[in-house]
C-alpha cells in the first residue's frame, strides 16, 4: 500500500494536512476518497481522511468558534445572529462527530467522501 501524507502548514490545521492517498484504495474495500487536497494534479478521488486528525479538526472549530463568541459580546445583537446562524449547523456536526468518536472507541479510520447531498457547511475545508 502506498500512503503519501499530505504536506501541513506548521501551526495550522487543515484539509492539506489531514488527509493520505492511498494508490488502490478499492484493494481496501474503500469507497471512494476526496480530490486532491492541494488541487496539484487529478488524483482521481483517492484522498483519505485519518479519522484522529478528524476528530482534532473538529476540537479546533469548537475551540475557535468559542472563543469568537466569547469575543463578540459586546456586538449588537442581530451581527451574532448572522455569524451563529453560519457557523451551528458545522459546530453541531463537531460535537456529534467527537460524541461518536469518544462512545465507538479510538481506533484509525480513513474516511472516505462525504455523501452526496451533505451540507456545503459541513464539507467546508474538506471534511
Not at 469518544?102 to 456545503?120: K, N, Q
Request: aromatic residues 10%; negative net charge.
Amino acid at each position: 500500500m502506498a500512503v503519501v501524507v499530505s504536506s501541513i502548514k506548521p501551526g495550522k490545521i487543515s484539509r492539506a494536512g489531514d488527509s493520505v492517498w492511498l494508490q488502490n484504495p478499492s484493494d481496501y474495500g474503500l469507497a471512494k476518497g476526496i480530490s486532491d487536497p492541494l488541487n496539484i494534479d487529478d488524483t482521481d478521488e483517492q484522498f483519505y481522511v485519518l479519522s484522529n486528525l478528524h476528530q482534532l479538526h473538529c476540537v479546533n472549530v469548537v475551540r475557535r468558534r468559542f472563543r469568537y463568541y466569547e469575543s463578540q459580546i459586546d456586538q449588537p445583537a442581530n451581527e451574532l445572529e448572522a455569524i451563529f446562524a453560519a457557523w451551528t449547523e458545522h459546530t453541531d456536526h463537531c460535537f456529534e462527530y467527537l460524541r461518536l468518536s469518544i462512545t465507538c472507541g479510538d481506533f484509525l479510520v480513513l474516511e472516505p467522501a462525504s455523501p452526496p447531498g451533505t451540507s456545503p457547511e459541513l464539507t467546508a475545508g474538506g471534511l
